[in-house]
């Protein structure tokens, strides 16, 4: 058998085997008939996975409220692999979505050893700034820091307690020499990404949280966290519906009935049914069949694509009954572009990406030095053609660069076929990616000064 892949989210070396890493995690296609006004990572493949996206297309579909959460270590400058997210984030807030932005200032702490005056400074700086000229709409979003944040930093107590270090463990690969600051980081990422959930801000709603596949571990844990808090579970029936069953734990055992001998109690048990079923009738349900002795509800008319909604429903229940409710993320996960000498992408070699405030002249320096697709002499690319799979100012075009689909489409039959030379197809990205930059650092000059407008009160 193949070695698995171990993801460690603080490592700058990645797999790129995609399919190898969709399958193993159990990541799941993206299916562009099902994702409305597709934006053009959609619509290129560039987004190639997710875990319940249908949850929150389905939000959209019915103008339902539902969240981004995206986050920010705030070390190093930002680059053009940076602003993939942030080009999700942009499209989700289109679409209808409110946006939280976490600033990791505690993991940069832990993880890099930045301390938070100077993350508090990179992260305006260099990544406010940045993501205010690439179009967030500052009227939903909220750009928060973790150090900032009680709420978020107890949630990553509360929630400690449903994990242990042998999951940890097979997760991000911890040993005994782990500093512990370390492992404190990824339950403060859990309570970034639960806490837009919590009442004070904006309440239990579906969250998607666009990555590269880097961050999955998070969400895997995150997931598998808030999955242990539900009181009520909700799964596929086998003879047709759903089946929500009770999920006893310590702290809600009285609340579903069950008394400190052990025995169940009628009368509460049977007021939780009654809840349920009023709840669930909200969503046009009327046919159950209820078990409240052994704590499961039946219903047979109940569509599998309704699950999300019925898990909402149940959620908001268990929040009445003194529950957390807490939904779990949903997430999107981007292919990395590759980095500009052929290599990956890394902030540490300049060489090998472009910085949002790169100067046009360093930028075609770069673009002028990337790998390329072209054939050695000119004869034979004229007889061969380019490699647009290999060749690094075709893929900016593709990843950042070139909007329109049929002039993408139509440099890549040019290049391919030999008819644009290497030298050309660089000059096109040039001339591309001059216009984009350009735009930015004006868009930049607009938001000098007015910032604030994208923090959230406590991040002021
Ligand atoms: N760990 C992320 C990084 O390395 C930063 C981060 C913190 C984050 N909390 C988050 C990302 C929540 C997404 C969601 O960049």
Same mark, same amino acid.
């Given at each position: 058998?193949?070695?698995?892949?171990?993801?460690?989210?603080?490592?700058?070396?990645?797999?790129?085997?995609?399919?190898?890493?969709?399958? +193993?995690?159990?990541?799941?296609?993206?299916?562009?008939?099902?994702?409305? /006004?597709?934006?053009?990572?959609?619509?290129?493949?560039?987004?190639? =996975?997710? *875990?319940?996206? $249908?949850?929150?297309?389905?939000?959209?579909?019915?103008?339902?409220?539902?969240?981004?959460?995206?986050?920010?270590?705030?070390?190093?400058?930002?680059?053009?692999?940076?602003?993939?997210?942030?080009? +999700?984030?942009?499209?989700?807030?289109?679409?209808?979505?409110?946006?939280?932005?976490?600033?990791?200032?505690?993991?940069?702490? =832990?993880?890099?050893?930045?301390?938070?005056?100077?993350?508090?400074?990179?992260?305006?700086?260099?990544?406010?700034?940045?993501?205010?000229? &690439?179009?967030?709409?500052?009227?939903?979003?909220?750009?928060?820091?973790?150090?900032?944040?009680?709420?978020?930093?107890?949630?990553?107590?509360?929630?400690?307690?449903?994990?242990?270090?042998?999951?940890?463990?097979?997760?991000?690969?911890?040993?005994?020499?782990? /500093?512990?600051?370390?492992?404190?980081?990824?339950?403060? +990422?859990?309570?970034?990404?639960?806490?837009?959930?919590?009442?004070?801000?904006?309440?239990?709603?579906?969250?998607?949280?666009?990555?590269?596949?880097?961050?999955?571990?998070?969400?895997?844990?995150?997931?598998?966290?808030?999955?242990?808090?539900?009181?009520?579970?909700?799964?596929?029936?086998?003879?047709?519906? %759903?089946?929500?069953?009770?999920?006893?734990?310590?702290?809600?055992?009285?609340?579903?009935?069950?008394?400190? /001998?052990? !025995?169940?109690? *009628?009368?509460?048990?049977?007021?939780?049914?009654?809840? &349920?079923?009023?709840?669930?009738?909200?969503?046009?349900?009327?046919?159950?069949?209820?078990?409240?002795?052994?704590?499961?509800?039946?219903?047979?008319?109940?569509?599998?694509?309704?699950?999300?909604?019925?898990?909402? @429903?149940?959620?908001?229940?268990? *929040?009445? %009954?003194?529950?957390?409710?807490?939904?779990?993320?949903?997430?999107?996960?981007?292919?990395?572009?590759?980095?500009?000498?052929? $290599?990956?992408?890394?902030?540490?070699?300049?060489?090998?990406?472009?910085?949002?405030?790169?100067?046009?002249?360093?930028?075609?320096? !770069?673009?002028?030095?990337?790998?390329?697709?072209?054939?050695?002499?000119?004869?034979?690319?004229? *007889?061969?053609?380019?490699? @647009?799979?290999? $060749?690094?100012?075709?893929?900016?075009?593709?990843?950042?660069?070139?909007?329109?689909?049929?002039?993408?489409?139509?440099?890549?039959?040019?290049?391919?076929?030999?008819?644009?030379?290497?030298?050309?197809?660089?000059?096109? @990205?040039?001339?591309?990616?001059?216009?984009?930059?350009?735009?930015?650092?004006? !868009?930049?000059?607009?938001?000098?000064?007015?910032?604030?407008?994208? %923090?959230?009160? $406590?991040?002021?």
């Amino acid at each position: 058998m193949e070695d698995a892949v171990r993801i460690d989210p603080w490592s700058s070396e990645q797999s790129t085997d995609y399919a190898r890493i969709r399958d +193993q995690f159990g990541l799941q296609s993206v299916d562009l008939k099902r994702v409305p /006004n597709p934006s053009m990572l959609h619509r290129r493949g560039i987004i190639f =996975a997710h *875990r319940d996206l $249908d949850v929150i297309v389905g939000c959209m579909e019915r103008s339902d409220p539902f969240g981004v959460l995206t986050g920010l270590m705030p070390s190093g400058r930002m680059h053009l692999g940076h602003s993939m997210v942030i080009e +999700q984030v942009r499209w989700f807030q289109e679409q209808g979505a409110d946006i939280t932005v976490t600033v990791a200032d505690l993991e940069a702490l =832990a993880t890099r050893g930045t301390s938070l005056g100077q993350g508090r400074e990179t992260a305006l700086k260099e990544y406010v700034h940045n993501y205010a000229a &690439l179009g967030l709409d500052p009227s939903s979003t909220n750009v928060y820091f973790q150090s900032g944040r009680p709420e978020v930093q107890r949630l990553a107590f509360t929630l400690g307690r449903r994990t242990n270090l042998s999951e940890f463990e097979a997760i991000y690969g911890f040993k005994g020499e782990t /500093n512990l600051a370390h492992v404190q980081a990824p339950l403060v +990422q859990v309570g970034d990404i639960i806490h837009p959930q919590l009442e004070e801000f904006g309440g239990l709603r579906p969250i998607v949280v666009p990555v590269g596949f880097d961050q999955d571990p998070h969400l895997r844990l995150t997931r598998g966290i808030a999955g242990k808090t539900h009181w009520f579970n909700v799964k596929a029936r086998k003879a047709g519906g %759903l089946t929500v069953s009770l999920s006893l734990q310590e702290g809600n055992s009285e609340a579903l009935g069950v008394s400190e /001998n052990g !025995k169940v109690d *009628r009368q509460v048990r049977e007021n939780i049914f009654e809840r &349920l079923k009023a709840s669930l009738s909200t969503m046009g349900y009327s046919d159950f069949t209820a078990n409240p002795k052994h704590g499961t509800l039946d219903i047979p008319g109940a569509n599998i694509s309704d699950i999300a909604q019925v898990r909402m @429903c149940v959620l908001r229940l268990e *929040r009445e %009954l003194g529950g957390m409710g807490l939904m779990p993320p949903s997430s999107t996960y981007h292919r990395f572009a590759v980095g500009m000498t052929g $290599d990956k992408m890394s902030s540490s070699k300049p060489e090998t990406t472009i910085f949002m405030d790169d100067s046009l002249e360093e930028m075609s320096k !770069k673009v002028k030095r990337a790998f390329s697709g072209g054939q050695p002499t000119v004869e034979e690319h004229r *007889r061969l053609g380019g490699d @647009c799979s290999k $060749d690094v100012a075709f893929q900016y075009l593709q990843f950042f660069f070139e909007p329109d689909d049929s002039e993408l489409s139509r440099v890549a039959r040019e290049y391919e076929s030999g008819k644009l030379l290497a030298g050309e197809i660089k000059q096109i @990205c040039i001339d591309r990616a001059a216009e984009w930059l350009t735009e930015l650092a004006d !868009k930049r000059d607009m938001w000098e000064g007015r910032l604030d407008e994208f %923090l959230a009160p $406590d991040a002021k």
